[in-house]
């Protein structure tokens, strides 16, 4: 079983820049695709971003493309997901994941184990 641990969220003003990690317990972890979803207030979960084995395709939701860019440590058993030009609608709770299945996998059913989530919170 994969165990996942998110660090990195906080509160920054619009604009602003922060950047996550996700620190996995396995050395399998370059086994699976892995995922940032959110949670925004109110909302569902929702997916951000995706990445595949080998760190070599990467998939985006489009109100975060060319403000995020997901990235992985292979050799660190890391995710990173950073955040660039931070919206207040960006405010959410955010989780990393670890699917078994697929290359680019986005919906949250394909997912099979999770992070217990870390606040960004952006100020207006």
């Known amino acids: 079983q994969v165990q996942l641990v998110e660090s990195g969220g906080g509160l920054v003003q619009a604009g602003g820049s922060l950047r996550l990690s996700c620190a996995a317990s396995?050395?399998?972890?370059?086994?699976?695709?892995v995922g940032w979803f959110r949670q925004r207030p109110g909302k569902e979960r929702e997916f951000v971003a995706t990445?595949?084995?080998?760190?070599?395709?990467?998939y985006y939701t489009d109100s975060v493309k060319g403000r995020f860019t997901i990235a992985r440590d292979n050799a660190k058993n890391t995710l990173y997901l950073q955040m660039t030009s931070l919206k207040p609608e960006d405010t959410a709770v955010y989780y990393c994941?670890?699917?078994?299945?697929?290359?680019?996998?986005?919906?949250?059913?394909?997912?099979?184990?999770w992070g217990q989530g870390t606040q960004v919170t952006v100020s207006s």
């Open positions: 994941a670890a699917s078994r299945r697929g290359r680019l996998p986005a919906r949250y059913y394909e997912y099979d184990y």
């Open positions: 396995e050395r399998t972890f370059r086994d699976y695709a």
């Open positions: 990445i595949n084995q080998s760190g070599g395709s990467t």
